[in-house]
């Protein structure tokens, strides 16, 4: 009978994570993901802040940490488990206006991420976006405002790089997208990037 409660319990975090607001750490004028750790979690945006588990960690699957001025992404699975109760179930992740300019390896620990803003930063190279391949559940994807958006055939590369996605920039990737030929370079940039 015991298991049986534990396992309902279980399950109801589950629910309440999945459908509880986002953990909130946006505008805290931080450099450094590590930063971001000392500051006192307040109400979101959304107005209220995510429940908490038995183990007084928060239960959401959504972390918005923009409109800082990060760098990178270093730290971040240690911020994941220093608040929330499941960070490998971390879908939506907001690094928006920041001034992130390369991906570290530490995004790809988060497998069921399916949605990752990066609008708004400094991310120049192809290459760096290509790192995004390695994360399976990744649906909507945003990255205007970016020095790479001014790659030729941007949209393109990217699709043709993130196959996975099925949005890009808040606009629906389209099959006459997906059946375009491949952007001159692309290749080289695959090659590159092995």
Avoid: C
């Avoid at 004028?29 to 959304?46: C, P």
Wanted: avoid cysteine; proline fraction near 5%; glycine fraction near 2%.
């Amino acid at each position: 009978m015991a298991k049986k409660l534990s396992s309902d319990y279980r399950r109801e975090e589950s629910e309440v994570m999945h459908a509880g607001p986002p953990l909130d750490l946006s505008f805290k004028n931080a450099n450094t993901i590590d930063e971001l750790v000392k500051h006192t979690v307040q109400s979101s945006r959304v107005g209220r802040l995510p429940s908490k588990s038995t183990n007084h960690l928060y239960l959401t699957s959504s972390l918005w940490l923009s409109n800082n001025s990060l760098k990178s992404v270093q730290q971040l699975w240690d911020l994941a488990k220093t608040f929330l109760e499941s960070p490998i179930d971390l879908r939506w992740l907001d690094l928006a206006y920041n001034r992130i300019r390369d991906l570290d390896d530490e995004l790809l620990q988060f497998k069921n991420l399916t949605i990752l803003y990066l609008h708004g930063n400094d991310i120049s190279d192809m290459r760096i976006v290509s790192k995004l391949k390695m994360l399976p559940n990744l649906r909507t994807l945003t990255l205007h405002g970016n020095p790479v958006e001014q790659t030729k055939s941007y949209r393109r590369y990217v699709i043709a790089l993130l196959p996975q996605i099925s949005n890009l920039d808040f606009s629906p990737v389209i099959e006459a997208e997906r059946k375009r030929a491949l952007p001159t370079g692309f290749h080289k940039i695959m090659q590159s990037d092995s």
